[in-house]
Structure formats: C-alpha cells, structure tokens
C-alpha cells in the first residue's frame, strides 16, 4: 500500500558513521559549549573558535562514510513517497543516495554571506578572513542555523506534517524545537507515529522500537518494499 511517510532524523542516524551526537555521553556539547560555537553571539564574540569547531566537524563528516541506515531510507524512497527532514548537517543523506533531504539545520558543506545572504557549496576549511564568492566580503560564515535562529524550510515541513500518513523519527532525542513538536503535529493531522532510537525519547509515538539505527531502520524499512 502507498503510503505518505515522513522521516526526521537527528545526530543518532550518523553515530555509527563516527560522527558525533550532541547529548550523548561525551557529546558535541560536552566538549564545546554550544553559545560558543552555534549561536550568533558566540560568532560575533569569537569567530576564529566557531570556524575551528565547524572546520574539525567538515572534515569528520568528509570522511565519514553513509551507513545501513542512512542507505535503508534512500531505498524506501524508491518505493514509497518519502520526504526526508534532517536536522543533521552531514551529507550522509545525499551520499547515501536520497535527492533532496530538507536540511532544517543548513549544511556543513555549504557557507553563508552575511553581507549578500547568498549561500554557497564549501567542502574546504573557513576562516575569518575567507571571503564571499559572490560579492567578496570577508566574514563569511557556515551555513548552519544557530541556537535563536529560524530553521530553514518550515512551510516545507509544515505542508509535509499536514498530509503524511506516517511518520518516523529516527536518532534524535526530541529535545529541539521546532523539530520537537513534528511528531504530535503528525499525530493531529491522522498520521501513525513511529520511534527508532537507541533509547526512547518518551516522545508521542504509538510505536517506538529501540536499538542502534543501523539495525532498527533497515528492518523498519524492508516492511514497506
Ligand atoms: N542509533 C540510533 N540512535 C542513536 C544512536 C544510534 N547508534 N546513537 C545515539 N542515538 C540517539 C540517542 O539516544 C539520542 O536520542 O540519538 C539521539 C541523539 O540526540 P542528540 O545528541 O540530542 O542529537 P539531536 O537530537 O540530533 O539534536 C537535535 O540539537 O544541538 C542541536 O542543532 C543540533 O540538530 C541538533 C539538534
């Protein structure tokens, strides 16, 4: 049967490609506080600090490689309507062969121009002097969306919610909005509601199965092709 499935997956989807959570145990944010590194103030106080931290995780993520998980969504999407919203910002997704996942957090291989707002591919190291391809203003920044901004792609997302007949959360602990509420939005607009996590989040799911996600995708997803 077709079905309209939304899938939002979090920094658990890439743990076993060697990229790091956030809340974990040993966690991004345990090593790096995050008003340093991911909000607009932390970039204002102190960008040399923000591009280190953006720089080491560009390079993680460069030589990262896509896992089962990341491979079991693209394959689902060749047999049923799937739009994909990632708060991640690897490129996981797109290696992994899925086209177009909506990046609602922006991406680690693009960059941002404050001063012309274009947004450009950036695979390489940043730093404060990097200037803008487009218009040549130096202070060029990841193309990240920080804590106190707003996230790329809500109508997206919104319009995606209001008529999914399934939706899924995959490696991520809810604790963000606006990506916390996805799941009961779905719920009010008719949707079954599914967690697939390495522990639950006690979020509103009528269904949650829990384990690594390179084992709990794969065998979600081979139900539906
Ligand atoms: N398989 C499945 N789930 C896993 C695995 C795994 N191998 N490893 C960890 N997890 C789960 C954890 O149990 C946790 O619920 O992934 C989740 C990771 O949670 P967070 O570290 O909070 O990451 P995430 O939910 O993606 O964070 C959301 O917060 O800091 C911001 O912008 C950042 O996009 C990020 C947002």
């Known amino acids: 049967m077709a079905e309209q499935i939304v899938i939002l997956t979090g920094a658990g989807i890439s743990a076993e490609s060697g990229l790091g959570t956030f809340r974990d145990a040993g966690g991004l944010w345990t090593q790096y506080p995050l008003e340093d590194v991911a ?25 990262a490689q896509p896992n089962a998980a990341h491979h079991a969504i693209a394959k689902l999407a060749a047999h049923q309507q799937v739009t994909l919203v990632t708060q991640n910002v690897d ?9 177009d996942p909506i990046h609602m957090h922006g991406e680690l291989m693009r960059a941002l121009c404050p001063t012309c707002t274009q947004s450009h591919a950036w ?38 919610l209001s008529d999914c007949s399934i939706f899924v959360s995959i490696g991520t602990s809810g604790e963000v909005w606006p990506a916390a509420g996805f799941a009961a939005e779905a719920r009010a607009n008719g949707a ?8 639950p989040s006690n ?17 979600f997803v081979a139900e539906f092709i």
Do not use: K
């Open 203 to 219: 979020g509103p799911f009528d269904e949650v199965r829990t384990g690594p996600a390179t084992q709990v995708v794969p065998a």
């Open 91 to 99: 490129d996981l997704h797109e290696r992994a062969g899925f086209a």
């Open 192 to 199: 079954r509601t599914i967690e697939l996590n390495l522990e």
């Open 39 to 63: 909000t607009p103030e932390g970039f204002a106080r102190n960008a040399g600090l923000v591009h280190e931290f953006y720089n080491m995780r560009r390079r993680d993520a460069r030589a």
């Open 123 to 160: 695979t390489g190291d940043m730093q404060t002097e990097s200037a803008c391809p487009s218009c040549d203003a130096p202070g060029l920044r990841p193309d990240i969306v920080w804590f106190g901004e707003i996230p790329y792609h809500m109508e997206r997302i919104g319009a995606a």
